[in-house]
């Protein structure tokens, strides 16, 4: 078999890529093997078609169908309170992304009943070691987080509750070479105290 080249078409041919072609001439009885990778921009399943153009009487092309399925750690498609990329990570386990596992006996309630006695902390434990700052949270629409960092200031700190809110001023906010916030300021006071919040 000579002349071996590969296409791919169908609505998600992009998602596909081959990463390492077939070699020719395949001799009688011989073999050859190729790589596709499944690398998608967006969420859902997606299908596509590959063709193995070849010399063989009858059988140009192969034609051979692609499919594949994105998941999530965002997302619990079968509802049973553990996202399904996780659930695919652990499938050597037993868990499955397609079967509610949750519920009484059920995988995922012995998972997260025994994460303590493995040494992993609940997110209200971990929010309990912050008492009083939230934690970062992740935006369910846009997948997004926000890190909100304000300045406060006090000339007395024998004053209770005597810190005031100090903006940032743009002019003076600089981020630098090493990703890190830089804020240049004077302070007109005799003794100021300034203290950096964030959420």
């Known amino acids: 078999m000579t002349g071996l080249s ?7 041919a992009a998602d596909f890529t081959v990463t390492a072609s077939p070699t020719a001439p395949v001799l009688p009885g011989g073999s050859t093997t190729f790589t596709i990778q ?10 596509a078609a590959l063709h193995i153009a070849n010399n063989v009487l009858g059988k140009n092309p192969y034609d051979i169908s692609l499919i594949g399925q994105v998941l999530l750690f965002t997302a619990d498609t079968d509802g049973d309170g553990l996202n399904d990329a996780s659930e695919f990570q652990m499938a050597a386990l037993g868990f499955n992304w397609l079967v509610n596992q949750g519920g009484p006996g059920g995988l995922v309630n012995a998972l997260t009943s025994n994460l303590n006695g493995a040494g992993y902390f609940t997110p209200s434990q971990v929010q309990a070691l912050n008492v009083g700052v939230p934690l970062i949270q992740r935006n369910a629409t846009t997948g997004e987080f926000k890190l909100t960092i304000g300045l406060e200031k006090s000339t007395n700190l024998g004053v209770p509750n005597s810190f005031v809110p100090f903006p940032f001023i743009g002019a003076g906010t600089v981020i630098n070479g090493e990703g890190k916030i830089e804020f240049l300021f004077t302070a007109p006071d005799n003794a100021a105290f300034f203290r950096l919040q964030s959420q």
Request: aromatic content about 6%.
């Open 6 to 12: 590969i296409t791919t078409d169908g609505a998600n």
């Open 38 to 47: 499944f690398a998608p921009a967006t969420t859902g399943a997606k299908s």
